[in-house]
């Protein structure tokens, strides 16, 4: 770990998708920020960070769920999420929606700072590099799909990538369009599902022709929607969240599949 970080104590932000849907998400990302040394905590009054609700214009709706937030997170030294969408929701929204209140807005500010994706946080605060040597188990061959809020918003792209070559020696084979939506855009799918279809259609097909069994990413409610129309296509593809792979904790059935 990086001499600045040590002795800190990192927060995770579970995201309400992990809760309710992929708490193994939650597990791993634990699991990865241990092993590089992190004291971690789960703040067990989280709540939703007001995403929905700010992706439809909704801010006074999303101003409560901010605060609470903001209050639950403010004695940790980091806040981590493995989501670029929840972490650039408290990164970067959070100053948005309280521009015209100067005390949460510092507030907003402050948590700001504070606020990680995982991926990057691995890699850019903690400088974390776990392994030296290849693992020799790999059976599967891997493609990766880079979610729009985790992009663009973090700048996260490399970051996996390059946790996943020096974790697990995996090569990823590159999707076509990698950069480009897949379609959910949290409420833009049920807004506009045509067109929400379409667009995960180009990803599945893109995906599918590098020939990978396991598609990765940072984000579950891009996960959740390719391995969802996959499924609906009768088609075979592993989704899978990256962090799951990166801890080793990709035994379980992956997303959209039925455990057993």
């Known amino acids: ?34 092993d590089a040394g992190c004291r971690v905590e789960v703040p067990e009054l989280q709540t939703c960070c007001g995403q929905p609700a700010f992706n439809t214009g909704a801010y006074d709706e999303t101003r409560p769920a901010a605060k609470r937030v903001i209050e639950i997170f403010s004695d940790y030294s980091w806040v981590v999420a493995p989501s670029g969408s929840c972490a650039g929701m ?9 521009e015209d209140n100067p005390e949460w807005l510092g507030r907003a500010q402050e948590l700001a700072e504070r606020s990680w994706e995982i991926t990057g946080f691995l890699t850019d605060v903690l400088q974390h590099s776990p392994a030296s040597e290849p693992q020799q188990n790999l059976d599967k061959s891997y493609t990766y799909h880079d979610s729009c809020a985790g992009l663009r918003e973090m700048g996260i792209q490399a970051q996996p990538r390059q946790l996943l070559k020096s974790m697990k020696g995996i090569d990823i084979a590159e999707l076509n369009q990698t950069e480009v939506c897949c379609g959910f855009g949290g409420t833009f799918c049920a807004k506009m599902p045509e067109i929400s279809e379409k667009m995960v259609d180009d990803k599945l097909s893109n995906a599918l022709a590098t020939d990978a069994e396991v598609l990765l990413g940072g984000d579950l409610g891009c996960l959740m929607n390719i391995a969802g129309r996959a499924s609906r296509r009768g088609q075979e593809l592993e989704v899978r969240h990256v962090v799951e792979v990166l801890a080793n904790m990709d035994t379980e059935a992956a997303i959209g599949e039925s455990q057993t």
């Open 1 to 34: 770990m990086n001499s600045d970080s040590d002795n800190k104590t990192v927060a995770l932000f579970v995201t309400c998708l992990a809760d309710l849907f992929r708490p193994s998400v939650a597990f791993a990302s634990i699991k990865l920020l241990e």
């Open 90 to 98: 408290l990164k970067h929204h959070y100053p948005r929606i309280f």
